[in-house]
Structures are given as C-alpha cells and as structure tokens.
C-alpha cells in the first residue's frame, strides 16, 4: 500500500515539533500534555494560521506553497537537510536553489586536502572564492595565502592576475570554459544576485570577459586537463575532477593529479623542498 505522502508531512511536523523547547522561544513551560511546542505556537513563529498548521499535521487542505514551508523551516528551526526533507515530503521535490554565504571550513576538511600531498587541491565556492587548499596547490598553482581574502577568486585571478595567465598554456580555450562554468554553478547556487557586483567588476576591467559573459555559454565541470607552464617545472600536465562535498553544498572540491609519475615526483621535490 503506497504511503500518503501528507501523513508523511504530518508526522515530520510533529515528530520536529516536539523537539523543540518551549522555554528557548519565551513560551511558558506551564502544563503540557506533550513535549515541545504547540500546534498554535509553531504558527505563531512560522507567522500562518493555526487552523492551517494543524490541518498540515493533519494531513488535510492539500498541497502547501513553498512560501509556507520556508515559514515553517524558520519556525521550527531547520536544518537545511531537514527543510529539503520536508520539502520532498511536501512536494516531491527539493526546494529551488538559495545561495548562502559559505560557512568556515572544518578542520576534518583541511585534513582531506592535506591528505593529498603531490595533488593540488583546494575548496571553492558557487562564486569560484578559493576557501581552503594544500601546500601542493599553493606550491603548483598558487599560493592564496599571499593572497588578500577578495583576490581568491578563480575569476579575478583568470582576468586580472598577469602571472596565473601566463600560466595557463591555452588562456583563451581555459577562460572560456572558466566563464561558462562559473555561470552554471551561481545559477545552479541561486546566487545570481551575488555574482552581480563580480561581474561589473570584470566587465569594466577586462573586454576579454565582457565578451565570454556575453556569449550566455554554458559548461558543466568534471574531469578534464590542465596543461600549465610553471617556474619551475616547466610545462607540466595535470588532470582535474571536481567533487560535491557531502554535507556541504556550497562547496565544490578540485583535485589536479599529475598526468605521468615524472611529473607527480617533480611535484613532490618541489613541495618538500628536496
């Protein structure tokens, strides 16, 4: 027997609610036949009627907005993998995209990309800010922490930064691709209002991107090559993936391995020094 989709609602609801101190919102403690808040409180704070929230226990009044379970999301106090929950409950499917600032990166994080010690690695966000990376990739690409917090834009850094071009054996064939990845990920993010100030910036600076941004092209990263000339090691090749990080899905990870094992032990000796 297939399972109704709004008792399913209704006992996320409820079963979040009871959750819930009554005591942390200002509600008085008093006498409760049950743990949590009540019915009428959770309306209150999610600013909806409480006849409407209890038919949604209920399973009653049919399907809600999304503007309603974004109320309850903040009402009850969400995670954001609680309020996509609910919303598939709700709706058979996740909420459209909401871009929010990256959180500080986790020490257990760090220790993946370290892990990684002839692979340059690093962490970025759906706006292409690099947060986190190894000595690998500061000692091959480049070493952010030289860096102020607004220069550690891949975009910035493609446009604006004369070493990182030069670098790139093919800058006009990367660029392209750069743009039309970066594109697809703030949309994909919801983050078009953040990229706006960024894009401005750029267009003003570099005709070379107010031009690729006017294309409107669109690229998916994944796994592909990388073919820079360095100071040091000359021309090199480095083949590139990136990853979705569990848990965080304002983060996307780029790992470059190098492509023979003369470049990988080049690699080595420069960034332990030997």
Do not use: C
């Amino acid at each position: 027997m297939p399972i109704d989709s709004s008792h399913t609602l209704g006992t996320f609801l409820r079963d979040r609610r009871a959750r819930l101190d009554p005591a942390t919102f200002g509600f008085g403690a008093g006498r409760r036949r049950t743990p949590g808040l009540r019915r009428e409180e959770v309306a209150q704070r999610s600013n909806i009627s409480p006849t409407w929230y209890t038919w949604l226990e209920q399973g009653r009044g049919g399907a809600p907005s999304a503007d309603v379970l974004n109320r309850l999301a903040s009402g009850l106090m969400l995670t954001e993998p609680e309020r996509e929950h609910m919303f598939i409950l709700a709706l058979g499917h996740p909420p459209e995209p909401r871009y929010r600032e990256p959180e500080g990166i986790s020490p257990r994080l760090q220790r993946v990309l370290d892990a990684m010690p002839t692979s340059p690695a690093m962490l970025r966000t759906a706006t292409w800010e690099v947060v986190a990376w190894n000595r690998a990739a500061a000692t091959v690409l480049t070493d952010y922490s030289t860096l102020p917090r607004d220069g550690r834009n891949i975009l910035r850094l493609m446009f604006s930064n004369e070493r990182v071009r030069a670098a790139q054996d093919d800058w006009l064939r990367v660029a392209q691709y750069v743009v039309a990845t970066f594109r697809a990920d703030a949309a994909r993010a919801g983050a078009t209002a953040e990229i706006t100030q960024l894009v401005e910036e750029l267009s003003r600076t570099s005709p070379e991107f107010e031009a690729l941004w006017r294309s409107t092209d669109i690229a998916s990263h994944g796994d592909g090559t990388k073919r820079l000339h360095h100071p040091v090691l000359g021309a090199i090749e480095l083949e590139f993936s990136t990853f979705a990080v569990e848990g965080r899905p304002d983060l996307t990870m780029m790992v470059y391995n190098p492509s023979t094992p003369e470049t990988m032990e080049a690699v080595r000796r420069l960034v332990e020094g030997t």
